[in-house]
């Protein structure tokens, strides 16, 4: 079964009701890019009128994250997934509709065949860039996601 930006929303509302709460949405999916947006609103600002850095951060690793599932999900094998470590860094104050793009579906097929092969866990690092609606880079986010095979 193919993840589709619908299936991901219902997930959220479901697994992640704060970050549907929060107002972030899969947008686009394929097996390169995701693409996540979130609206600034009172519920998911903070006390500087602009968009809660948790918010950003629960969209970009959903951008990240969502590209995960659905390669291990097309690998027909049982794998764990876990963020090990982030970084981030913010340029501009988030106001309106934000979109956090990542563009790094093309690493994780080599990280889920050598954790096959190897029976040992990989890591890999994926980046998501939260745009504003006038096209500047408002955050950025690096999360290093760590697979492993299950027994």
Same mark, same amino acid.
């Given at each position: 079964?193919k993840l589709s930006a619908g299936k991901l929303?219902?997930?959220?509302?479901?697994?992640?009701?704060?970050?549907?709460?929060?107002?972030?949405?899969?947008?686009? !999916?394929?097996? /390169?890019? +995701?693409?996540?947006?979130?609206?600034?609103?009172?519920?998911?600002?903070?006390?500087f009128n602009s968009l809660y850095f948790a918010?950003?951060?629960?969209?970009?690793?959903?951008?990240?994250?969502?590209?995960?599932?659905?390669?291990?999900? /097309?690998?027909?094998?049982? !794998?764990?997934?876990?963020?090990?470590?982030?970084?981030?860094?913010?340029?501009?104050?988030?106001?309106?509709? !934000?979109?956090? !793009? +990542?563009?790094?579906?093309?690493?994780?097929?080599?990280?889920? /065949?050598?954790?096959?092969?190897?029976? /040992?866990?990989?890591?890999?690092?994926?980046?998501?860039?939260?745009?504003?609606?006038?096209?500047?880079?408002?955050s950025r986010f690096r999360f290093e996601w760590?697979?492993?095979?299950?027994?």
């Amino acid at each position: 079964m193919k993840l589709s930006a619908g299936k991901l929303n219902k997930f959220l509302l479901i697994k992640l009701p704060i970050a549907w709460i929060s107002g972030v949405r899969v947008k686009k !999916i394929n097996a /390169e890019n +995701c693409e996540v947006g979130v609206k600034h609103r009172w519920i998911n600002q903070n006390p500087f009128n602009s968009l809660y850095f948790a918010v950003q951060a629960m969209a970009a690793e959903l951008s990240t994250g969502a590209l995960v599932m659905g390669h291990i999900r /097309e690998s027909n094998r049982k !794998i764990s997934m876990l963020v090990a470590r982030n970084e981030s860094t913010f340029s501009k104050k988030a106001t309106g509709r !934000i979109r956090f !793009i +990542c563009n790094d579906g093309h690493l994780i097929t080599d990280a889920i /065949e050598k954790t096959i092969a190897t029976g /040992e866990g990989q890591t890999f690092w994926m980046n998501s860039s939260g745009i504003n609606e006038d096209g500047l880079e408002v955050s950025r986010f690096r999360f290093e996601w760590t697979i492993r095979v299950k027994k």
